[in-house]
């Protein structure tokens, strides 16, 4: 008797198992509906919390959100666009990303949905992001949801205390004798926080700005890698001794998370990264808000080395629903949204660093008085096609846009990491990276 | 010695339990609190990461990984036990050929077999859904319940069997009145083993799930941001998602621990 009982469970669960598995179902949702795929970062959190009561109480439009951190994301959305597997509509991609499908045929060009949308502006896109965005062929294939550059924050009230003025666009030489002078200027505290996390999105990012403004390049217009070469050996020897003698503490892993604990913490007097950081570090429950200052990116040969990154979205060429995509993918991208951001969460977490209307708004410009106007220069000032003193093959600041780069990247980055940690030289270490660069650069030499 | 002993075991107990420890205290605390370095054990409590937590409606991922894991263990047990009773009480010919093939099964490394899976699911329109998820788990655990279940099976006393049969009992009734009551803590231990592996299974979940699909170990994973802080909301839904595993395993305690030192003082 007892084991027909179990049998009879057995049976009831295998039953509401297969009952609850009819749920799914690939590229989901009814035909009124759009499956979005988007990196876990607090804009697009925001994007979840008001899709439902604005955009899909308007257009009738209901949204599938799936989010994913930055890493998990770029591999979904690779899987799902590379097969053309249709699951996703819309997708978060960067402005990396963005040519290189583009060319491989897996977005859906966006000209003549803009064309047709005369409320979406698409004139007052930033130059720089709008450039980044296009493809060879010269026509549009996403639509940025916020824009960054890089630049430098620094504790004003800690260089007050040291008798120290930053200039509006620092040396690096500058910076680095800044970073000796307030290290340690208060209990714990160390000069500057520089990425040392190995990842060609993380190390690299500010690194290859780094790079570039001492006048070194990954490959010479014909192809030809210069990583061991002597501006680039210069380059990361500057870096590398820099974070070792005046850097955080636990440098080769800190990443972006990492020094924005250590700089919310006051555990670093300045920090080189992202200029969306700044929103963070302003935000209202920080306990730095209102002591910081900002200064362009620090420079040694270029006029400016500040890195370009955006946040778009593309539409899958598999799409089905390309119409309704393109109406979220104009309100998310849209004046209307940063509006709405504004007047429901505060004008300091709008999606910024896209439009230029933005920096035209008063109400942006009271929010994020101490950073928005730096923040916009640094974007409009970046050139992704001419990042430094020679000619490049690709175009690509903080990156070299091809798709090869995010393993030579990473590879690259985990010596120089371990370069930082002090188990190897950075002459070793970039040595061993020419190899791997070489390798990459005859294939596109075709030899 | 029986005292420095007991030490010890305090000593180990109380070290693999710290990491879980520390994941339900930066739970509690405030994002800020969380993300200090050195972590502040006197942070004040706040139940906020919960909030959020499920606020952010997590039921349709931990429904999915109960379906899944649910379903899979089902059909693994059904599966399984005939073929273990095959392999140890009414041995078939060359069972120790046919033990050791279950075993191959699981030598190659799981990662291999993703893009196969994957362009399966695509061509057969079972991309982001929950029964395929029920088939692979079901798959992929079937041969270590085969061989739990056998050497369960095996400790089933061969005497017991005779008398059965001697008072005329058919094979049914055998495996009902005899051999079901003896497996009974075999069985509670390979289920458990089966739901733990299918709820924590993430890089198939991860792979093949979308929209609709998607399990608690990819939904957790959600929670990391790579711009802002997010430790004490991922361990807030780490610890809400460990507890039908935490559940499941005092529920069946007493039938595991008989289960798993089955054979052990023979």
């Known amino acids: ?141 996403a639509e940025p949801f916020y824009g960054e550059s890089s630049f430098l924050m620094y504790r004003k009230d800690v260089l007050d205390a040291k008798g120290l003025t930053m200039p509006e666009k620092p040396t690096w030489q500058q910076v680095a004798d800044i970073a000796a002078q307030v290290d340690g200027a208060q209990p714990g505290m160390k000069g500057i926080c520089l990425r040392g996390q190995p990842g060609w999105g993380q190390l690299m990012a500010p690194l290859t700005t780094v790079v570039n403004t001492f006048g070194g390049t990954w490959f010479t217009k014909d192809w030809q890698a210069q990583v061991n070469a002597p501006e680039f050996k210069e380059a990361t020897k500057f870096y590398v001794d820099l974070v070792r003698a005046h850097g955080e503490a636990g440098a080769p892993q800190a990443g972006f998370a990492e020094c924005l604990n250590n700089m919310t913490q006051g555990k670093v007097a300045m920090w080189y990264d992202a200029t969306v950081a700044a929103g963070l570090l302003e935000a ?68 910024d660093g896209k439009r230029s209307s933005t920096y035209q708004r008063p109400e942006y410009l009271a929010a994020g008085s101490s950073f928005a106007k730096q923040a916009e220069a640094a974007i409009a000032g970046a050139k992704p096609t001419d990042p430094g003193v020679q000619e490049r093959p690709v175009s690509g600041i903080q990156f070299v846009g091809i798709p090869e780069f995010t393993d030579l990247g990473t590879q690259v980055s985990q010596k120089i990491s371990a370069a930082i940690a002090g188990s190897t030289t950075v002459d070793a270490a970039l040595d061993e990276s020419q190899a791997l660069a070489e390798t990459v650069a005859k294939k596109y030499r075709g030899n | 010695m029986s005292r420095i002993l007991g030490l010890a075991a305090w000593f180990a107990g109380l070290l693999f339990f710290a990491p879980v420890a520390w994941m339900v205290l930066t739970s509690l605390h405030s994002e800020p609190d969380a993300a200090t370095n050195p972590p502040s054990l006197a942070a004040p409590v706040t139940f906020d990461s919960y909030a959020a937590f499920f606020d952010s409606d997590p039921w349709p991922p931990l429904i999915n990984s109960l379906s899944a894991s649910i379903g899979s263990t089902v059909l693994v047990l059904l599966l399984a036990i005939p073929a273990a009773y095959a ?102 231990a390979t289920s458990l083993i089966c739901f733990i592996f299918s709820w924590n299974e993430l890089l198939f979940a991860r792979v093949l799930t979308g929209v609709v699909a998607g399990t608690a170990p990819v939904y957790l994973t959600g929670f990391v941001t790579s711009q802002g802080l997010f430790l004490a909301k991922v361990c807030a839904a780490a610890v809400v998602v460990s507890l039908p595993v935490l559940v499941a395993g005092f529920a069946a305690q007493d039938k595991l621990v008989q289960g798993l030192s089955l054979g052990a003082v023979k």
């Open chain 2, 87 to 188: 392999l140890s009480i009414k041995k078939v010919e060359k069972w120790s050929d046919v033990l050791f093939f279950f075993l191959s099964t699981k030598m190659l490394p799981v990662v291999a077999g993703l893009l196969p899976i994957y362009l399966v699911a695509q061509y057969t329109g079972m991309l982001d859904n929950i029964s395929f998820l029920v088939v692979l788990y079901t798959s992929m655990n079937l041969p270590i319940a085969v061989w739990l279940m056998r050497s369960f099976l095996a400790e089933v006393p061969g005497e017991i069997l005779e008398a059965a049969a001697l008072d005329g009992a058919g094979l049914v009734t055998t495996l009902r009145r005899v051999v079901a009551p003896v497996a009974m803590p075999g069985i509670a």
């Open chain 1, 1 to 141: 008797m007892k084991s027909f009982r179990y049998g009879g469970l057995a049976a009831a669960v295998l039953l509401a198992t297969t009952a609850c598995a009819g749920a799914g179902g690939g590229g989901g949702g009814s035909d009124n509906s759009i499956n979005v795929l988007m990196v876990n970062n607090p804009q697009m959190q925001d994007l979840q919390k008001l899709a439902a009561e604005n955009f899909t109480k308007d257009t009738g439009i209901t949204v599938n959100f799936t989010v994913l951190p930055e890493n998990d994301v770029r591999d979904k959305i690779s899987q799902d666009f590379s097969s053309q597997a249709g699951q996703y509509d819309v997708a978060t991609i960067s402005n990396y990303e963005t040519p290189i499908y583009a060319k491989n045929g897996w977005l859906t060009p966006l000209d003549d949905y803009f064309a047709k949308d005369t409320g979406f502006d698409q004139d007052d896109i930033l130059e720089p992001i709008r450039q980044s965005l296009t493809a060879a062929d010269g026509k549009v294939y």
């Open chain 1, 284 to 351: 209202d429950d920080s306990p730095v808000k209102g002591k910081l200052g900002f200064a362009q990116a620090p420079v040694v040969e270029t006029e400016s080395s500040a890195w370009l990154y955006t946040w778009a979205f593309g539409i899958q060429k598999a799409s089905k629903k390309a119409d309704n995509a393109w109406k979220f993918v104009s309100w998310a991208s849209g004046k209307g949204y940063e509006e709405l951001v504004g007047k429901n969460l505060g004008w300091s977490k709008v999606p």
